[in-house]
Every structure is written in C-alpha cells, then in structure tokens.
C-alpha cells in the first residue's frame, strides 16, 4: 500500500493571454505549492477502482482518468483500489483536482512500477488538464503556454498564509468567458505585448519574497481573474478587503477562485485573522 500526500497551490501571479487554436488560452504564472492536502492511497487490485466522498461519478473523477490514462500510456492492465479524503476545498482555485490527478499518477507509477520519468508523467499529466504538469516536479515554477512549459523557481517555504473560501465556487470554464467577455468591451483587451514586461515582474515577485521586504509584493501580486470573480462572487473582493485590514502584506485570488490568500509576517496574525473570517471556510497554512 501507498500513501501520499497532494498538496494545494497558489497562484503569486497569473497573466491570461491570447485564445490558442486548441481552443484553451496562453498564461503566464508563478505557482507554489502550499501546506495543505488531500489524501491517496493506493492499494494492489485485479481491477481499478475508486473510494471518495465526492459527489462526482467515478469514471469522471480526475483521479480515476489519471489511472486510466496511465493504464493506457504504459500498456499494463494491473489495477488498484484508490482512496482519496479530500481537504483541499473544491471550486476554489486552489489546484486540488489537479493535484490529486498528478500525484495519482506518481502513486501508479510506484505501484505498477512502471519506471516512467517525470517528464513523461507530465505528458501524461498535460492530457488531464493544464495545472496537472505542475504538480509533478518543483514546489514553485512559472508556468507558460497552456500549463505545459514549466520553468523551475526557488521560493522560500515557510511563508505564513491565511486562504479563506466563500460558500460561492467559481468554475474555471465561466472564469475563462467572464475574462473573455470583460475584454470585448470597448477601451479593454489583454496587454499580449509586454510578456518580457510581465517576467520582470514576476521576477521582483521572486525576489521579495525570497529577500523581502515581503510589504513590496502587495504592489506586485497580480491576477487577471480577480476583477471578473469579484464581479462573479462580490464577498471575494470583501474577504480580500479584510485580509488586508487584518494586517495580511499582501493577498489575491488564487487561480481562477474563489479562494483568497493573505500573505503575513507573523503566524500569530495570521491565526487571529482567521478568527474574524470564522464564517469562511480558511486554513492557516504555509508554503512548500
């Protein structure tokens, strides 16, 4: 039997660019993993099967098409009872899908011991979705493309995090089309020249984060679905108000929502902000 944990993700930055032909759009990011989890374990079986809480039919479950899919990729028809105990809230930006489809296939790969590397893993992982490429190999990287170009970055762990959701979810699909549709208005449009414009920032993300002070990043944190989820979800642009007022450097939306991350100094703050966002799902956690 295997057990193993998949951490969460945040998003220090996030950049949506132009609409490709496959119908999904170019981004530029900067992604951590953070110190929260969902479980995995994978126990041998003549067949493949799948033990969740979740409210979504197996065979259309991430961690199921994972399994499937490696099957495929490597010809073998072993099988595995996989459990998954969720933790990372769904719906909120925070990679947990994704996660759990990336390390299930690393789990596989041990439990078959199929002997693929990360590289093909990745390939595997990139069918599944963009954030999945992610999860396999470093805790930090500036992801480019659709998710599959990964450049990786060295970011302290050990950063105090406070990431609170609200009831609201925010599916990444009506995200992408509330982007879209802000961008047909007239006077607005991505910015798609500045992309050398756009590292550089992310760069002075790196190094505040890494050197300090860590006061600078909240000048420097962007992400282009913010406007649009507020929009979507009003309490989001409040809980990143509070954040704020609690003392939090900096805080954003993670990926597409609706969780928001505030950024301390001290855990102790962080702890007491939690207090006042009880109403919320949050977790004072970390980075990786």
């Not at 396999?136 to 060295?154: D, F, M, Y």
């Amino acid at each position: 039997m295997i057990t193993i944990k998949a951490p969460a993700k945040i998003n220090w930055s996030l950049y949506v660019l132009d609409r490709r032909a496959d119908g999904y759009h170019n981004i530029i990011s900067l992604i951590q993993r953070i110190a929260l989890y969902d479980t995995l374990t994978f126990e041998a079986s003549e067949d493949l099967s799948l033990k969740s809480k979740m409210n979504i039919p197996e065979k259309k479950n991430l961690v199921f098409r994972a399994a499937r899919a490696l099957q495929e990729a490597s010809g073998s028809d072993k099988g595995a009872v996989i459990t998954l105990e969720k933790d990372i809230p769904e719906g909120a930006g925070l990679g947990g899908g994704s996660s759990d489809a990336a390390f299930t296939l690393v789990g596989l790969n041990e439990l078959w011991r199929l002997g693929f590397n990360i590289f093909r893993l990745r390939e595997i992982g990139e069918t599944l979705g963009s954030d999945v490429p992610f999860f396999i190999g470093s805790a930090a990287a500036i992801v480019r493309g659709r998710g599959e170009t990964l450049i990786p970055e060295h970011i302290s762990d050990g950063l105090t995090l406070l990431v609170v959701k609200p009831n609201e979810s925010i599916s990444t699909a009506a995200a992408y089309r509330a982007v879209a549709e802000s961008r047909d208005a007239p006077g607005e449009g991505p910015d798609l020249t500045n992309i050398e414009e756009k590292l550089n920032n992310i760069r002075l993300i790196i190094r505040a984060l890494n050197d300090g002070p860590l006061a600078l990043t909240g000048s420097l944190l962007h992400n282009d679905f913010e406007k649009v989820a507020a929009g979507i979800s009003p309490v989001i642009g409040e809980i990143k108000e509070r954040l704020l007022r609690a003392g939090a450097a900096a805080a954003l939306l993670s990926g597409s929502g609706s969780a928001v991350f505030g950024l301390f100094e001290k855990r102790e703050d962080a702890q007491k902000a939690s207090g006042f966002l009880r109403s919320y799902w949050n977790r004072v956690t970390e980075t990786l």
